[in-house]
């Protein structure tokens, strides 16, 4: 994922935000096989609001209280990590892109329009979107941030990846701070909302708010220009994709797993072409196995369309 990125788009400087063990196993993989990631800085997840807040990742655990969130912990904590990376990364530009790590950049779509304003692609299509979920982000949005949830006729907004803007977010996080305790960082305030609502989207709640207080911001491909290609499924290494990939780079069936970018784009090249496929704009990988257990009536499309999709 990181080399597609760089591939495509060439970032000034990648900042990665895992636990601390992965840190330590990302560094030694980059410098141990040389991959092509440009300038890349990793940061431990564990303590990275203690800086500005004094709450580490337990705390903010520790915060949710005896409620009945939907998810667990580490869930909400890396929607506050994409929403706070100001907080702890010194030198990040006014506006960043956040992109999640489960999603591989296959054909690159623009990330600034025409004007040079950012823009993100809607990834994800309304169909069977389980309808719990999204009235509960709804109501957040509306309960919260005191705003209209934005809708799109075909796309959700929970694209995997978007631009966040410094100042837009700071007046985001009052509006949450307002709504919470007063006294309290806006990530404890966000954290314990869970308690009524069950959960929250980082992603549709920074967009509902763009929409209301700063449109000219809110800039978006139509679902049918990417997302339309774009493929989800579970894959954890021994998944059928993997599998596809080991055979076609002559490894073991059982051997360990970690193609560079361009053996990736070759096998999705050659494979695609095969099977007379369009190219996808994005792979997105699941490693949660209750995608394995979904029923055919909550699959989301773009799983119902990936021949990748477990069986």
């Not at 000034?12 to 196993?25: E, S």
């Not at 807040?53 to 005896?66: E, S, V």
């Not at 694209?159 to 100042?167: A, I, K, L």
């Amino acid at each position: 994922m990181l080399e597609a990125l760089r591939a495509h788009h060439a970032p000034r400087h990648t900042h990665v935000i895992t636990p601390a063990a992965g840190a330590d196993l990302l560094r030694d993989a980059i410098a141990r096989d040389g991959w092509d990631v440009g300038p890349l800085t990793v940061h431990p997840e564990e303590d990275f609001f203690v800086p500005a807040f004094g709450l580490t990742k337990q705390d903010l655990a520790d915060a949710l209280d005896g409620s009945l969130p939907l998810y667990p912990p580490g869930w909400y904590f890396q929607q506050l990590l994409k929403l706070g990376a100001h907080e702890g990364i010194r030198g990040l530009g006014d506006e960043y892109l956040v992109w999640d790590a489960d999603l591989l950049l296959v054909e690159p779509w623009p990330l600034f329009d025409a004007d040079g304003t950012p823009a993100f692609a809607l990834l994800q299509h309304k169909a069977h979107v389980p309808a719990s979920n999204h009235d509960r982000w709804a109501a957040w949005i509306r309960d919260v941030l005191d705003v209209e949830p934005v809708t799109d006729p075909v796309g959700t907004f929970v694209p995997h990846h978007m631009w966040f803007h410094r100042v837009l977010l700071r007046r985001f996080k009052q509006r949450i701070t307002r709504h919470g305790r007063k006294a309290d960082a806006w990530p404890l305030c966000m954290i314990r909302s869970v308690g009524r609502h069950g959960t929250f989207s980082e992603y549709w709640s920074y967009a509902s708010w763009l929409n209301t207080h700063a449109p000219q911001s809110l800039r978006y491909h139509a679902y049918g220009d990417y997302g339309s290609t774009t493929e989800r499924f579970f894959e954890d290494g021994t998944g059928r994709f993997a599998s596809a990939v080991r055979d076609h780079l002559g490894l073991d069936p059982h051997a360990a797993l970690s193609p560079t970018w361009p053996e990736l784009d070759a096998f999705i090249a050659h494979d695609y072409a095969a099977h007379d496929a369009p190219r996808p704009s994005s792979l997105a990988f699941e490693r949660d196995d209750r995608h394995v257990k979904k029923g055919d009536d909550w699959t989301l499309l773009e799983e119902k369309r990936s021949r990748w999709r477990p069986r």
